[in-house]
């Protein structure tokens, strides 16, 4: 009646027992809240001699500041992000966060998995792209910053440690349209920001294959003047460099452009 | 096979498991907590909701191995006197296979909160699923146990 997961269970307690560990097998997935990894696991045949949980990795679970960035360990949960001040003031990641599935899901589930499964509806995605997120990906003798605008592809032996974003002030949101207010998968997700309360910057997801900067509408929206039609125009340009048209946009496209007409008129 | 050590329901244990076991399995099948009940799966419906270290998670998506050390409640470790006088009263079990999972939500919601609002109650049990009740007997049942 269960669906088995028949991997072998590694749990590293430090960084340096990970790489060690991940130097002498292969054919292993590393493994976090396991919301997302264990459902594919179980439901189809992906199948792994070994899972790595990564959860006990003390130096994975930072969260702190600097005075450019906030910084978040890879493995922290939806709900350790949430509960701690740190990031209030960041509406549009707050309320993202907030929306994450259930209590359950948000107490399992982290940053570092939403980011690395990169669902096209990830909701964590929209808003620190807003925010100019990077992720450091780390291995056994190297770490870089990349930024998060391009779908994470970590390379043999890399793992994701954690994800930083650009302290920008200003009033900001996290809209998600779904088939139900929770435990839902977004239809469509939009995150603003107005920058300083000046400049704004939108993404949206589950629009494209993976989450969007909207640059051609941030241009647009920048000017002095600027037409609804200019607006329009400008979304279809952003959405349509990165995918084809789909059947599921007779809906989805006229619910983005109200919503950021919506946006720009209340907060003009 | 091999030995995980944890501590449920408040007693210290150890149990022998095959190492990609999820904890449904553990509890149900090793450890006859037969409370915690299998639903889809994949960690949509809630019905195999425990608590560990206090927070709600669901136990088919929890690999035993991972909670080694931690704290597992399930229904069996706490006391249910009021919330069986309130569901009973409130109509808020019909067939009763989501209500240890709603009750572990509710319990966790109150041990940070003893007097939650309705939405607090509301956003507590989102992640489990009643498809009798429509909820809301569920909602005023957790109020109730709240007043005592």
Redesign the interface.
């Known amino acids: ?9 590694l ?1 590293p307690a430090t960084l340096d027992e990970l790489f060690s560990i991940m130097s002498k097998i292969s054919n292993y997935k590393i ?1 976090a809240g ?2 997302d990894l ?2 594919k696991i ?2 189809s045949n992906e199948k792994y001699d070994y ?1 790595v ?1 990564i ?1 006990r990795i003390k130096e994975l679970k930072n969260l702190s500041e600097d005075n450019n960035y906030i910084y978040i360990g890879a493995t922290l949960t939806f ?1 350790e992000i949430l509960e701690n001040p740190i990031i209030n003031g960041f509406e549009a990641l707050y309320n993202a966060l907030k929306s994450i ?5 948000r ?2 589930g982290t940053i570092g998995g939403n980011i690395i499964n990169a669902s096209p509806a990830a909701d964590s995605i929209p808003p620190l792209l807003l925010y100019d997120a990077e992720v450091k990906i780390i291995s056994n003798n190297n770490s870089r910053w990349e930024s998060l605008n391009k779908k994470v592809n970590l390379k043999e032996k890399e793992i994701l440690a954690e994800v930083r974003f650009k302290k920008i002030t200003g009033k900001s949101d996290y809209i998600k349209i779904g088939k139900r ?3 839902t998968i977004a239809r469509l997700n939009l995150a603003y920001l107005k920058e300083n309360n000046k400049q704004w910057r939108f993404s949206s997801g589950a629009m494209t294959p993976y989450p969007l900067r909207m640059k051609n509408l941030e241009n647009i929206c920048n000017l002095k003047n600027y037409s609804d039609s200019e607006i329009f125009k400008a979304i279809e340009d952003d959405i349509f460099s990165k995918t084809s048209y789909r059947p599921s946009f007779d809906y989805k496209l006229p619910v983005l452009k109200d919503l950021i007409i919506n946006i720009l008129r209340e907060n003009q | 096979m091999e030995n995980v050590g944890f501590i449920l329901n408040g007693k210290n244990i150890s149990v022998e498991i095959d190492d990609g076991e999820l904890l449904i399995e553990t509890l149900r099948d090793r450890l006859n907590i037969k409370s915690v009940k299998h639903g889809c799966g994949i960690g949509e419906c809630g019905t195999c909701t425990v608590l560990v270290d206090n927070l709600p998670v669901y136990s088919c998506l929890t690999l035993t191995k991972s909670i080694e050390g931690k704290s597992v409640l399930t229904v069996e470790g706490i006391d249910l006197t009021g919330f069986k006088k309130s569901f009973l009263e409130k109509g808020a079990v019909q067939c009763g296979f989501c209500t240890p999972g709603m009750i572990l939500s509710a319990y966790s919601l109150f041990l940070k909160n003893k007097n939650p609002s309705r939405d607090e109650i509301k956003e507590a049990i989102s992640g489990n699923l009643c498809r009798c009740t429509g909820y809301n007997q569920i909602i005023e049942a957790i109020e109730d146990v709240c007043k005592g």
Do not use: R
């Open positions: 009646m269960y669906a088995k997961v028949k991997s072998k269970i749990i493994i396991g919301t264990l459902i179980k439901q899972l949980n959860l709900s599935g259930s209590p359950q899901i107490n399992m207010k929770v435990m």
